[in-house]
């Protein structure tokens, strides 16, 4: 149950927040320390940006370090709004329409919103600004040619003309903790005797002998098998049953296509089975397996109606035996971490069920997050360059762990966090003093890539040789002995197929009537995907799902398919052209 805050709480939150402020000095207007400014702008402009951040602010100029340091370092005020997902389609809606964009703004959803501001004419072509003078390091980065060259795809662009910049590029993971896999609560499951896992049965097996060695966490709470955000609804509540099976079967499942397509990850194909209406694919076995969890009492019945915030609370408590999402496992283990002489690690088992698995993520070659800079801004040079500072190692290394000599320090050319800094939870409060990881989704390198001229990953925290050395536990060290094996791949490399994600293909908006169907299914979709895991038997089960499928056919699914199916299969050629350039 969530309590409601009462007014008393909410004015305590705002005068924390505004001791935060003060004490962190405010506002500071004169040159951050140690900043090198970029010699090619003497004049101080004022840049807006819309961007996607973790820490909510007050829109305008940001107090933390990060902010502070881009704004030296290329001599702009930065006034910045962040964009909150949920909202941000109809707020750049209002913006389009009212020729009121900011400099730099955010896409949430570049196949629908890029159409608009191209009709508006409300975006600029960025080709007169990719050169030497005003966006040097996308130049000179091979993984950035190749976004630019995806860009201009007539996905991204109806003229081969390049409107839209891609940061988030590299891999969220190191492969020891994929963005999406199989994780165990490693310590329950030795305490529970390490019981057979091999099939994804066995894993309903496992995770009951796991609750009954831990039936209460630390605080009290009832443990459970898995749970789930289900109550997020349509789109993100079903997240947990698109990645169940995906990843571990290399099968990227799409959700441009109502999740009827799927794509193979290995070689970036469509495959030519209708996802939707096959009750044998990886969407319907998911749901399956967790039909089969709540029959046995495994899975958290708030399940059906919690948000993502409740079931990461429960999840840092220690309430799930089994997870999927691998920054929660992480987070998780960082709270579990504060425990002196903690032994609790979430830790990713090599996939279940399958010969093949996508364990390291795709290197997002056009970008996980894009952006576009206003045809109407006054700025469009230095625009182009704060975008192209952005997308650099150095400012993905900086995003991630704030600036140089707070939480870590240069030493003979490599990045060294400090010990604080690795030991902490890294919470709202710490972010905004120090920058870190508060510019997540406006810098050009997931946290897991590697900077090749450090031979470092970006995110100090997470996957530093220091890092990974600190959080190393009695679990860890049980899990190698376990597999027989001494390195953490190894032991995922040694039992399968193990390969990184590709994902060339990119769907523009499709026609008003694939749309409307799509809209229809995804709806139909949202209400009543649910029902079917709630099947008290496996008879019963198996008839929702005929009746289910059979409900589909309103929305014309084979159609939906077939055209995004037929879409893909006109990209192969640039398919192979990216492969190309990837292995070049």
């Known amino acids: 149950m969530v309590k409601k805050i009462g007014k008393g709480i909410l004015l305590i939150a705002l005068l924390s ?27 101080r402009v004022d840049l807006h940006v819309t961007a996607f951040v973790s820490v909510a602010e007050p829109n305008g100029r940001r107090t933390d370090p990060v902010s502070r340091y ?20 109809t707020q750049i809606a209002a913006l389009i329409a009212a020729n009121d964009l900011p400099d730099i703004f955010y896409f949430s959803n570049v196949s629908q919103q890029l159409p608009m501001v191209l009709a508006s004419r409300a975006i600029l072509n960025l080709d007169p600004y990719i050169n030497e003078n005003w966006s040097p390091n996308i130049l000179a980065d091979p993984n950035g040619r190749l976004m630019l060259e995806a860009l201009r795809t ?20 190191d492969g020891t903790q994929p963005t999406v896999g199989h994780y165990l609560q490693w310590d329950v499951y030795m305490k529970a005797g390490h019981p057979r896992l091999e099939t994804m049965d066995d894993l309903l097996d496992v995770m009951e002998a796991m609750v009954r060695a831990e039936p209460t966490t630390r605080s009290g709470q009832r443990t459970w098998g898995l749970g789930s955000w289900f109550g997020d609804g349509q789109g993100w509540g079903e997240w947990f049953i698109r990645s169940l099976f995906g990843w571990s079967h290399s099968t990227l499942l799409n959700t441009a296509s109502g999740t009827t397509l799927a794509i193979n990850s290995v070689d970036s194909m469509p495959i030519n089975r209708n996802m939707m ?69 979430f830790i990713s088992i090599p996939g279940i069920g399958s ?19 206003a045809s109407r801004t006054r700025h469009p040079e230095r625009a182009v360059a704060l975008l192209d500072y952005v997308s650099t190692y150095e400012f993905s290394r900086i995003a991630f ?52 001229a450090t031979g470092v990953p970006v995110c100090l925290w997470q996957y530093s040789p220091q890092a990974v050395e600190l959080k190393m536990n009695a679990s860890h060290r049980d899990f190698l002995r376990h597999y027989g094996e001494t390195n953490w791949i190894d032991v995922y490399k040694n039992r399968m197929e193990v390969t990184q994600g590709h994902n060339f293909i990119s769907f523009g908006q499709a026609p008003e009537d694939i749309r409307n169907l799509v809209n229809g299914l995804n709806a139909y979709q949202g209400m009543n995907f649910t029902r079917l895991m709630a099947a008290t038997s496996d008879a019963e089960f198996e008839r929702l799902l005929r009746d289910h499928i059979a409900g589909m056919s309103a929305y014309q699914p084979d159609r939906i398919f077939q055209h995004f199916y037929n879409e893909a299969m006109a990209q192969r050629n640039d398919v192979q052209r990216f492969l190309r350039m990837l292995g070049d």
């Open 154 to 173: 007539p996905a991204f662009s109806p003229d081969g003309s390049l409107y839209t910049f891609g940061l988030c590029k590299g891999t969220w993971d």
């Open 355 to 373: 010969t093949r698995e996508m364990r390291f993520a795709s290197t997002l070659f056009r970008g996980e997050r894009h952006y576009g800079v």
């Open 70 to 89: 881009l704004e030296e370092r290329l001599n702009i005020n930065l006034h910045l709004t962040g964009a909150v997902e949920s909202t941000y389609p």
């Open 277 to 345: 209406t096959d009750p044998q694919s990886p969407y319907w076995e998911a749901v399956r397996f967790y039909n089969k969890a709540f029959q046995r009492g495994l899975l958290d019945p708030d399940s059906f109606i919690q948000r993502q915030e409740i079931y990461e609370q429960k999840l840092f408590d220690g309430v799930y035996m089994f997870n999927i999402p691998g920054w929660n496992s992480g987070q998780a283990n960082g709270e579990f971490n504060t425990f002196p002489g903690n032994t609790k690690a």
């Open 401 to 452: 762990n704030g600036p140089e000599g707070i939480n870590w320090n240069m030493v003979n050319g490599v990045p060294i966090p400090t010990e604080e800094y690795l030991r902490t939870s890294v919470d709202n409060p710490f972010r905004l003093r120090t920058g870190a990881q508060i510019y997540h989704h406006f810098l050009g390198y997931g946290n897991g890539t590697i900077d090749p």
């Open 17 to 43: 927040a505004l001791v935060l402020l003060f004490s962190a000095g405010g506002r500071q207007d004169g040159p951050a320390s140690d900043v090198t400014r970029d010699p090619r702008f003497n004049n």
